[in-house]
Antibody, heavy 120, light 110 residues
Framework: QVQLVQSGSELKKPGASVKVSCKAS????????MNWVRQAPGQGLEWMGW????????TYAQGFTGRFVFSLDTSVSTAYLQISSLKAEDTAVYYC?????????????WGQGTLVTVSS | QSVLTQPPSASGTPGQRVTISCSGS????????VYWYQQLPGTAPKLLIY???QRPSGVPDRFSGSKSGTSASLAISGLRSEDEADYYC???????????FGGGTKLTVL
């Protein structure tokens, strides 16, 4: 079955970096786009951007440029989200989600989410 | 503040029909498909409705979506206790060149 499995929770200090992985299985990885979505504690969903799994070209939403990097390792069907210079306000659950056509379509399935906690 | 506007809460009793609204603009709902997601407590969102009114396989026909102009609605009939969750609408926004979500509606089954 189609599924996305993300890496485990992370506890980081302010100023550190974190890399979240999202391993896809059950479909051809390069046939679908991969999106990243943030959910701060008790808050709603916020689209961070997407990466073209054919070309590796990332597109970042407003507010997610500079410290956020999307990348791929197509040999292991895995997408990555790296966040540098972490701040307390980066504390959130980060989801990866597959979409059929770029980022304009629906998101299905979603990974189980990775909680990133930034605290000194 | 979310680009798409949803009521923060909704409620109903078992068996009732409940609707959740989602209001947008000409650059998102008015010109693109609407999607709905269900997020059960402590879990990842799950696709409920795509392309305005289509249900993925496995989603009960108690769930239905509709769109008119710059607004959309999710209807849940025959409400069940397991429907208690947060519901989010989403659409592509041509002006922002990105996916936008509603703020979410917390559905309580009384």
């Amino acid at each position: 079955q189609v599924q996305l499995v993300q890496s485990g929770s992370e506890l980081k200090k302010p100023g550190a970096s974190v890399k979240v992985s999202c391993k896809a299985s059950g479909y051809t990885f390069t046939s679908y786009a991969m999106n990243w979505v943030r959910q701060a504690p008790g808050q709603g969903l916020e689209w961070m951007g997407w990466i073209n799994t054919n070309t590796g070209n990332p597109t970042y939403a407003q507010g997610f440029t500079g410290r956020f990097v999307f990348s791929l390792d197509t040999s292991v069907s895995t997408a990555y989200l790296q966040i540098s210079s972490l701040k307390a306000e980066d504390t959130a659950v980060y989801y990866c989600a597959r979409s059929p056509v770029g980022a304009t379509g629906w998101f299905d399935p979603w990974g189980q989410g990775t909680l990133v906690t930034v605290s000194s | 503040q979310s680009v798409l506007t949803q009521p923060p809460s909704a409620s109903g009793t078992p068996g009732q029909r409940v609707t959740i609204s989602c209001s947008g603009s000409s650059s998102n709902i008015g010109s693109n498909y609407v999607y709905w997601y269900q997020q059960l407590p402590g879990t990842a969102p799950k696709l409920l409705i795509y392309s305005n009114n289509q249900r993925p396989s496995g989603v009960p026909d108690r769930f239905s979506g509709s769109k008119s102009g710059t607004s959309a609605s999710l209807a849940i009939s025959g409400l069940r206790s397991e429907d208690e969750a947060d519901y989010y609408c989403a659409a592509w926004d041509d002006s922002l060149s990105g996916q936008v979500f509603g703020g979410g509606t917390k559905l309580t089954v009384l």
